[in-house]
């Protein structure tokens, strides 16, 4: 069974870093793409970061040049590197998998992933 944990959110102040990683186990083969989302309270959860088997990455517009992700196939781990953190960017970030038919691929919608963590806080303050 796949299983994703989240680690890393906490509490910090505006302008600062963070950096969260995502661990998972029981992936049974290659070829699967990693993602972060977010969900603020009361509004949708969205794409933070996406990145490919092979390391192609798409990060969206609002968190371009702030952000990056990366990740260690060896570790099966993913992280999320956060800097100059804004309140806008409080919310639950969560990890998601799914295992992808080409090792480029770069799934951008939620309902592409099959895996979830539980999430982990993040809290901005200004």
């Known amino acids: 069974q796949v299983r994703l944990v989240e680690s890393g959110g906490r509490l910090v102040q505006a302008g600062d870093s963070l950096r969260l990683s995502c661990a998972a186990s029981?992936?049974?083969?290659?070829?699967?793409?990693m993602g972060w989302f977010r969900q603020a309270p009361g509004k949708e959860r969205t794409l933070v970061a996406a990145?490919?088997?092979?390391?192609?990455?798409y990060l969206p517009d609002a968190v371009k040049g702030r952000f990056t992700i990366s990740r260690d196939n060896a570790k099966n781990t993913v992280y999320l590197q956060m800097n100059n953190l804004e309140p806008e960017d409080t919310a639950v970030y969560y990890c998601?998998?799914?295992?992808?038919?080409?090792?480029?691929?770069?799934?951008?919608?939620?309902?592409?992933?099959?895996?979830w963590g539980q999430g982990t806080q993040v809290t901005v303050s200004s």
């Open positions: 029981g992936l049974t083969s290659d070829n699967y793409a």
């Open positions: 990145i490919s088997y092979i390391g192609g990455t």
């Open positions: 998601a998998t799914v295992q992808t038919i080409k090792r480029n691929a770069i799934p951008q919608g939620q309902n592409e992933y099959d895996y």
